[in-house]
């Protein structure tokens, strides 16, 4: 098969993700998804590289280190708190009364 942009293989591919975020469920990522492992195979491995045929795709899956997935989950913690504190910033905090 040619390479494809990643995207198009993701259907296909689902059953290799399922399996990949069983095995890291097992290993105590109870917040695991075939999504996050998704996503975190496009920040970290893909990156650039998105045009791969099947067998690199699979083989990628199946060789996600679970310290990869763990800095992925990380950064995004890190982003997502930054996101809640940029709104905070911007609306404000809830007033406080005096007693």
């Known amino acids: 098969m040619d390479s494809q942009h990643v995207e198009s293989w993701k259907e296909l ?6 399996s990949k975020q069983e095995e890291l469920t097992m290993l105590g ?3 695991a998804t075939s999504e996050s492992v998704w996503q975190c195979l496009c920040v970290k491995i893909w990156k650039g590289k998105t045009d791969k045929r099947l067998h690199e795709i699979v083989q990628d899956i199946f060789h996600l280190k679970s310290s990869v997935y763990l800095s992925y989950l ?9 996101l809640a504190a940029s709104i905070e910033a911007l609306i404000g905090s809830s007033p406080q009364t005096d007693k």
């Open 13 to 18: 591919i689902y059953p290799a993700l399922k």
């Open 29 to 31: 990522y109870e917040q």
């Open 74 to 82: 990380t950064i995004q913690s890190y982003e997502n708190d930054d």
